[in-house]
């Protein structure tokens, strides 16, 4: 408890506020069923700990994807993208090893020359670590918009676990001065250990787990050492929020974490995609975040909490605007991308993730 | 590996921006900076919506080098809402059939590598069936 003392004094809280200006999702097209990968490594196709998961198309890559979010977030902000000064893409798949995505989305999305635009990654905390730094560069007045985007294909080695969640998608945030806001970032506390738990090596092609490692001193022990270390700091509980969002591997670790912390399953259902769309990595909380915005009424207070494996977690405490209900029309919602389903076999599967070798 | 071409076209390939005629107004793309309307000199750049209809449409089975790995798929001429016409790859179809009059919109992706697996990547305009409302 000595620690909590001290809790007050670590929230980051911007000298100037800070908001949500504009947000966007992208999901692609395609589905997998978890039935269709059981049926080539078990032999049987059984259910396995999502129902389906998102699979991008052979043109698609985590630059085409956040260039979409991207656009649909500039769409809600009804901004000048010349404004930007960040444009911050946080993901554990950037097409290249050298040569920053952010320099393609920001020319793509019609950015201006003079902004940041180096790349994230903390697997799948990339995205909220950019969306911090953000809220640092606005806070400070250094910019008054700033992009930040999590975004992922993310790899699953063909038979192993990770394979029935590891998905396609993610989000797009422009975060700017609160009084223009649609929704306010009102605290921000990260809590980080280095905790070998997946890791992928340079030029390895999959990332490697800790197995069952990967679940309590891991994910549990992060989050909800974020979530309730800022909730206490800010003389809140589970009650006073509308909505919650955390980082969502499978379907099983949200549900609990959320109960851990005093959530009732309504308040995390909206925000909960992980069943029909998979773990989309660094997309994975901010997504959820897009599906929140999209329903949220003014006045609702969100919590969302990432966990990025290595290890650490971003929670933050958002409240929703009045200005919300003019501007998220302008964009695509998260369930329209979501609705949109072409569901594809392994073989498919194999040939749009690039695991077949041509040559 | 042409890569000052690449780097030349990419305001057009990433976001289809053409020119506008500051003489008849007309749209232009791609960019000429001459008129093909009126003749006169047309150097403003120009954002096209992205938004159209499919004018006509082929299936490519039978795909040109760079492209094969994407075979098969289904190039089209686009009616751009401002006038112009544009070739580009349909994608996202799924399993819809192609109607010529669809209606479509821009996305960016994927187009190929300029060079196999340490070639840079090329991006720009294809069009997907119209999503938006």
């Known amino acids: ?359 | 590996m042409e890569v000052p071409r690449h780097w030349r076209l990419k305001k057009q390939r990433y976001a289809l921006v053409g020119e506008v005629c500051p003489h008849c107004e007309a749209k232009i793309f791609p960019p000429r900076d001459v008129c093909p309307e009126c003749g006169g000199e047309a150097k403003t750049a120009y954002a096209f919506s992205g938004k159209g209809e499919v004018y006509s449409f082929t299936r490519m089975g039978n795909a040109p080098a760079g492209f094969e790995e994407q075979a098969p798929y289904t190039v089209a001429l686009i009616k751009l809402q401002e006038g112009p016409i544009v070739t580009a790859q349909l994608t996202d179809l799924g399993n819809q059939e192609v109607q010529i009059g669809m209606p479509v919109e821009m996305v960016t992706r994927k187009l190929r590598s300029d060079d196999g697996e340490k070639g840079i990547l090329v991006y720009g305009y294809k069009f997907r069936p119209a999503m938006a409302a």
């Not at chain 1, 004094?9 to 997998?32: E, M, Q, T």
């Not at chain 1, 950037?94 to 180096?118: D, F, L, N, R, W």
């Not at chain 1, 003014?298 to 971003?314: M, Q, W």
Request: charged share 20%; proline share 5%.
């Open chain 1, 1 to 359: 408890m000595e620690e909590h003392k001290h809790v007050k004094d670590i929230v980051n809280k911007p000298s100037r506020h800070v908001g949500i200006i504009g947000y966007g999702a992208y999901i692609p097209r395609y589905r997998l069923p978890g039935t269709e990968i059981s049926r080539i490594w078990s032999g049987q196709a059984t259910p396995g700990p999502v129902k389906e998961k998102a699979v991008a198309g052979l043109d698609e890559d985590v630059i085409t994807m956040s260039i979409e979010a991207a656009r649909n977030a500039v769409a809600r902000a009804g901004i000048d993208p010349q404004l930007l000064r960040a444009v911050w893409v946080g993901s554990e798949s950037h097409p290249y090893a050298v040569k920053p995505s952010g320099t393609i989305v920001a020319e793509a999305i019609g950015a201006p020359e003079h902004i940041q635009a180096g790349d994230w990654e903390f697997a799948c905390k990339a995205g909220t670590e950019a969306f911090v730094a953000a809220m640092g560069l606005v806070g400070s007045s250094m910019a008054d918009y700033a992009l930040a985007i999590g975004m992922d294909t993310a790899q699953g080695k063909p038979g192993d676990a990770l394979e029935y969640t590891a998905a396609s998608g993610g989000a797009a945030f422009i975060i700017g001065p609160a009084e223009k806001a649609l929704a306010r970032v009102d605290a921000h506390y990260s809590f980080v250990t280095d905790m070998p738990d997946f890791w992928r090596r340079a030029h390895q092609k999959y990332p490697e787990h800790g197995q069952r490692f990967t679940g309590e001193p891991a994910y549990f022990n992060h989050i909800y050492s974020a979530a309730s270390r800022l909730m206490e700091s800010e003389g809140l509980t589970a009650e006073d929020f509308k909505y919650a969002v955390f980082h969502q591997p499978n379907e099983k670790f949200p549900r609990r974490v959320a109960k851990q912390l005093g959530f009732k399953p309504e308040q995390i259902e909206d925000g909960l995609l992980s069943p029909v769309i998979g773990n989309t990595y660094a997309g994975a909380s901010m997504v959820g975040l897009t599906a929140i915005l999209d329903i949220a009424a003014p006045g609702d207070r969100i919590l969302i909490t990432s966990y990025g494996s290595g290890a650490g977690s971003d929670a933050f405490i958002i409240t929703a605007q009045e200005a919300l209900l003019e501007r998220r029309g302008a964009a695509l919602s998260t369930q329209d991308y979501i609705a949109r389903r072409t569901e594809i076999d392994y073989a498919t599967y194999t040939r749009f993730r690039n695991k077949i070798a041509m040559k």
